[in-house]
């Protein structure tokens, strides 16, 4: 456990940034979906639906930059800017491929991605008409991505934090325009939504290439160092982005899967288990927080060479996640009436039910704080991104899901306990987190050792 004043100091000033990050993050997520609810149930519907294929594109946006940004925390920690700036360009190729590949199957097929998730053929048409202009936001939204992830890598989280807070202002301002048609815009529905999220993402842009420009001083990234990267660099950065990618995917699937087996008990649990879901989101916020700064300081010692301070630093962000955990727990057992007063048209019995399914999350994430820093922060941002794959995935869909399937269909277990067992193998990812952590079998250090 670090006892020094200065490492807590240092990290606050990391923390809340991330936080208010986190916060933006969330209102962006429910922006479009709430001013578009004036529109009608199918409005809301389309929004909803046309808004997964972002999801899945967030997942591979995210796996190549957070790869990456280990990558360059560890060169920071070596203030290797050389390095840094080939490993930028490598991950910027990477989101550059994939973003222009997936808005063009988006962009061709539109219809068939959304009847995969609905057949109401009112439902699919205003689905299409918001896909097919926000998709120009994915490109956007992943060079924004990657430039703000290499800034975070080395430290600097508050100007991203202030970018994100104007985007959102700028989306809020664009979708009161164009969606309702105020001050003499044109009312343009969901497609107005769209042109705000494209606006929104076009304004991070412009701001990370003001900052690259003329503000950044230790990272001069430029226009001759996109094309200037170390070949020998991509191996090691497959190497790690793949398996996030993968852990993401198999995650969000898995979710998925844990909505279905709830939805087919009954269609009433799936609206109670989405208004709990509210509370949950809101804390993970200072989950995730605390996760990125471990990532971050994490991977900065790994590159220092200082391989005792890694170990001290994974074993204080497992005592300081323990307390996170604690204190999400409170809050969402704080905020389950407030939370239900949002829900003034949902039946008692489904609030009753929102109200039991919030005190079960609340008893999981006792957990969930120790959970997503150990996998998320110290295990990822220390390079051991295969170990962390293996855990998350094999815990989930060879513990929680099957005795989530038993709780439900063998056992025939009230729905609160379905939603208990879904989660039950987060009791195994910790133990298994917390032996790996505690005998230091995590460090790898690529930037002395890459991968082959």
């Known amino acids: 456990m670090i006892k020094e004043r200065q490492f807590y100091q240092y990290l606050v000033a990391m923390m809340i940034p991330l936080v208010i990050q986190e916060i933006i993050n969330f209102c962006v997520q429910m922006l479009d979906t709430v001013m578009v609810g004036s529109l009608g149930d199918v409005a809301v519907s389309a929004v909803t639906l046309a808004g997964q294929p972002y999801f899945i594109f967030n997942v591979f946006a995210f796996g190549l930059t957070s790869a990456g940004a280990v990558i360059i925390s560890q060169y920071w920690g070596q203030k290797n800017i ?5 490993i930028m360009s490598v991950m910027l190729w990477s989101v550059i491929v994939v973003s222009v590949l997936y808005m063009g199957a988006c962009w061709l097929f539109p219809r068939q991605i959304i009847h995969i998730f609905a057949s109401d053929e009112k439902l699919v048409e205003l689905g299409v008409s918001y896909l097919q202009v926000v998709v120009v936001s994915y490109l956007l939204n992943g060079l924004s991505m990657w430039y703000f992830s290499s800034l975070s890598a080395k430290e600097n989280v508050k100007i991203s934090a202030a970018v994100y807070t104007g ?6 301002i664009c979708n009161f325009l164009l969606i309702y048609g105020n001050f003499g815009f044109p009312k343009l529905g969901v497609v107005g939504a769209a042109i705000g999220t494209i606006v929104a993402r076009a304004f991070q842009l412009v701001c990370a290439s003001i900052y690259a420009r003329y503000h950044e001083k230790d990272i001069r990234f430029g226009l001759r160092d996109i094309f200037d990267f170390d070949k020998t660099m991509i191996p090691t950065y497959f190497h790690l982005s793949l398996p996030v990618i993968g852990d993401d995917l198999i995650w969000s699937l898995a979710v998925s899967t844990q909505l279905a087996i709830i939805g087919r008990m009954s269609s009433d649990y799936v609206a109670a288990a989405s208004i709990a879901s509210v509370a949950q989101q809101f804390v993970m916020i200072l989950v995730y ?11 900065k010692a790994v590159g220092q060479g200082n391989y005792e301070r890694v170990k001290q630093i994974g074993r204080t962000f497992l005592v300081l996640s323990a307390f996170v955990g604690i204190l999400a727990c409170g809050v969402v057992l704080f905020i389950r009436t407030p939370v239900l007063s949002l829900y003034p048209n949902v039946t008692v019995e489904t609030k009753n039910l929102a109200y039991q399914f919030m005190t079960v999350i609340a008893g999981i994430m006792l957990f969930t704080g120790i959970e997503n820093t150990s996998i998320v922060g110290i295990l990822r941002g220390a390079g051991d991104m295969h170990y962390a794959f293996r855990i998350d995935a094999g815990c989930m869909w060879l513990i929680g899901l099957p005795m989530g399937l038993l709780a439900a269909f063998v056992w025939k277990l009230p ?3 379905v939603y208990f067992f879904l989660r039950f193998d987060i009791i195994f990812k910790i133990i298994l987190c917390i032996r790996r952590i505690l005998k230091g079998e995590y460090i790898k250090d690529f930037t002395r ?3 082959s």
């Open 289 to 299: 927080s605390m996760a990125k700064s471990a990532t971050i300081t994490t991977g």
């Open 415 to 417: 729905v609160t306990y």
């Open 449 to 451: 050792n890459p991968a």
């Open 82 to 86: 050389e390095k840094i700036k080939h």
């Open 167 to 172: 985007s959102f202002f700028v989306n809020l």
